[in-house]
């Protein structure tokens, strides 16, 4: 399976401020997504980021707020843009391992971000 | 669109003792259903999943689930619980086989 790493793992940041999530897969993969789960709460797709093109985003979740990267086959930014304490998840990259397994998806360990 | 129910948010079990966790679905074509698990303070981990063919789906450590079309439903059993299975359990569907949607969690708590 394929193995994703996410960084930071947890931090603390100040209101206000904006902060980046690094998403690394060691495998090429075509499909990689961004999952927020707030505390005590299911997991909610924030958006699908796609390679060579903009990100696709789900209802309540904007660009401005939560810019995506994917320079490449392997690798995804998500920036949480002008935090708030509303903004305090934990923020998961997954991907879909594809041919052959096929509709696998696969997480990361998650980013939990704290905002104080 | 659509959507998923755990019916349970809470499931405590002694140790050693069967348990189902359920789970119901809801959309108008085909979906493809998944159960991962969330162990305290640790991302998610697929336990298993059914894409098609048999509607027994066996999963790591112990784990398995049947996928009932009629009923919409794909419940997660195992026949005998350790204190280490305590974490929360998501159900989750996909029409295409990578977007999910999650039920609401349901929380097994095992004690000794």
């Known amino acids: 399976s394929a193995v994703i790493s996410q960084k930071p793992s947890r931090d603390i940041c100040q209101r206000g401020t904006s902060l980046t999530i690094q998403c690394q897969v060691d495998?090429?993969?075509?499909?990689m997504f961004w999952y927020r789960q707030q505390p005590g709460q299911s997991l909610t797709l924030i958006a699908t980021?796609?390679?060579?093109?903009?990100?696709?985003?789900e209802s309540g979740f904007v660009i401005d707020k939560f810019p995506i990267s994917r320079p490449n086959l392997t690798f995804s930014t998500l920036t949480v843009s002008n935090m708030s304490p509303e903004d305090s998840s934990i923020y998961l990259c997954?991907?879909?391992?594809?041919?052959?397994?096929?509709?696998?998806?696969?997480f990361g360990e998650g980013s939990w971000l704290t905002v104080v | 669109a659509q959507s998923v129910t755990q019916l349970d948010s809470h499931v405590p079990v002694f140790e050693e003792a069967p348990v189902e966790l359920r789970c119901n679905y809801s959309?108008?074509?085909?979906?493809?259903l998944f159960w991962y698990v969330q162990y305290p303070n640790q991302g998610l981990q697929l336990l298993l999943k059914?894409?098609?063919?048999?509607?027994l789906v066996k999963g790591i450590n112990g784990f398995e689930a049947e996928f009932n079309k009629s009923q919409t439903s794909f419940h997660l059993r195992k026949p005998s619980v350790h204190i280490s299975d305590t974490a929360e359990y998501f159900c989750?569907?996909?029409?295409?086989?990578?977007?999910?949607?999650f039920g609401g969690g349901t929380r097994l708590m095992v004690k000794p």
């Open positions: 495998s090429q993969v075509t499909m």
């Open positions: 059914y894409l098609s063919g048999s509607t």
């Open positions: 980021a796609n390679q060579g093109s903009e990100a696709t985003y």
């Open positions: 959309s108008s074509v085909s979906v493809y």
């Open positions: 989750a569907v996909s029409l295409s086989g990578n977007m999910l949607t």
């Open positions: 997954s991907v879909d391992e594809g041919w052959p397994s096929g509709n696998t998806i696969y």
